[in-house]
């Protein structure tokens, strides 16, 4: 059996291929700058997406229906920037290989049950019941796996803070192999610094910015987005290393 499983981002789409005991065959970026490696799609058995964002709706993977994908598309007014290119990748297999069993897995899916205390914000409780305004938290299948082999190696932990560190950046802390809570919120964008993320932020800085200084909601979202973190920190890179930051 051949198992592939696909990362879809903004701008790239990373891969791997495995063998029916997960043994790791080929791995590859699919990017318009890069070299693609080939793939011989009529050799692939099954095939798993990572979508960022499954709301409320998806706490567990879940076989890719017409359906399924009907309620993905739905969940893009809560991650406009994240689930789209998922979907288009998803729909390009399906157009491909449409026999093919195809799964989704959720990057929120981990920090589904954290305890209401940690998930909704202090505004108005309609805003959480109507508009589902609350923290969901991300990176949950790498905290998901982290604090599993932590748990493997060390059976008496009950308690851990899983770390995940890179481009963008998150921290959880995890209780008898279950997420309580999450530095991420209603979007990737809460939390620590990354690296052209702000991170948290005074909301009324933002405040500010549309009003004092006029920028429109996608300016402010490009600043806060691509344009903060450790690249607006440096001025000049995101990456963390030898260069000095302006502190």
Same mark, same amino acid.
């Given at each position: 059996?051949? /198992?592939?499983v696909v990362n879809a981002g903004s701008t790239t789409v990373k891969f791997k291929l495995f063998d029916g005991s997960l043994s790791e065959k080929l791995k590859g970026i699919i990017d318009k700058k890069a070299?693609?490696? $080939? /793939?011989k799609l009529e050799d692939i058995d099954k095939i798993g &997406?990572?979508?960022v964002h499954g709301g $409320?709706? &998806?706490i567990q993977p879940v076989k890719i229906t017409a359906e399924i994908i009907s309620k993905i598309k739905e969940l893009t007014r809560l991650a406009p920037l994240h689930n789209p290119p998922a979907l288009k990748v998803i729909n390009d297999f399906k157009q491909q290989l449409p026999g093919k069993d195809m799964f989704a897995v959720f990057?929120? *899916? &981990?920090? %589904?049950?954290i305890p209401k205390h940690a998930a909704i914000y202090a505004i108005p409780y309609k805003y959480y019941e109507e508009n589902q305004i609350r923290r969901y938290g991300f990176h949950g299948t790498s905290h998901k796996y982290v604090s599993g082999i932590f748990r493997e190696l060390e059976p008496k932990t009950g308690k851990l803070i899983s770390c995940h560190l890179g481009g963008g950046a998150s921290i959880t802390a995890v209780k008898d192999g279950k997420s309580i809570d999450t530095s991420m919120g209603f979007?990737?964008?809460e939390g620590l610094v990354m690296a052209s993320r702000s991170g948290d932020i005074d %909301?009324?800085?933002i405040l500010h910015l549309q009003i004092q200084m006029q920028m429109d909601a996608? *300016?402010?979202s490009t600043l806060l987005n691509k344009q903060s973190g450790l690249l607006g920190l440096s001025g000049s890179t995101g990456k963390t290393g030898n260069r000095r930051l302006h502190l």
């Open positions: 059996m051949n /198992i592939l070299d693609t490696t $080939e /793939i &997406f990572r979508v $409320e709706k &998806f990057d929120t *899916a &981990f920090h %589904a049950d979007t990737p964008l %909301a009324g800085v996608d *300016a402010v």
